[in-house]
């Protein structure tokens, strides 16, 4: 069985960065593309950013264009997120996603079947 596993979360202040990981981890991994979420207190969670495996298509947020950077490490099963210039509404538990199904596409968030348990970003004003 595969598990995503996310780490890199933290306190950090306004302006300041961090760097997100989600390690897949069990037998052999195969999807088409990943992708990280996020859901803040009392919100409905949303799509950060989704990465298509086979080309290294990226589909940004528009809140956090510009600010944040998908990445991947095909050698150690490990995709990133690079968070800069965070801001307080970027405040959320942080997950990442993979195995999303054709039907509805890897843009989309109802897509992903396989979630990690999340990490909690705070960022402080």
């Known amino acids: 069985q595969v598990q995503l596993v996310e780490s890199g979360g933290g306190l950090v202040q306004v302006g300041g960065s961090l760097r997100l990981s989600c390690a897949a981890s069990?037998?052999?991994?195969?999807?088409?593309?990943m992708g990280w979420f996020r859901q803040a207190p009392g919100k409905e969670r949303e799509l950060v950013v989704t990465?298509?495996?086979?080309?290294?298509?990226?589909y940004y947020a528009d809140s956090v264009k510009g600010r944040f950077t998908i990445s991947r490490d095909n050698a150690k099963n490990t995709m990133y997120l690079q968070m800069n210039s965070l801001k307080a509404e970027d405040t959320a538990v942080y997950y990442c996603a993979g195995d999303p199904s054709y039907a509805y596409g890897w843009q989309s968030l109802r897509a992903y079947k396989l979630w990690g348990q999340g990490t909690q970003v705070t960022v402080s004003s």
């Open positions: 990465l298509r495996w086979s080309d290294g298509a990226t």
């Open positions: 069990g037998r052999t991994f195969s999807t088409y593309a």
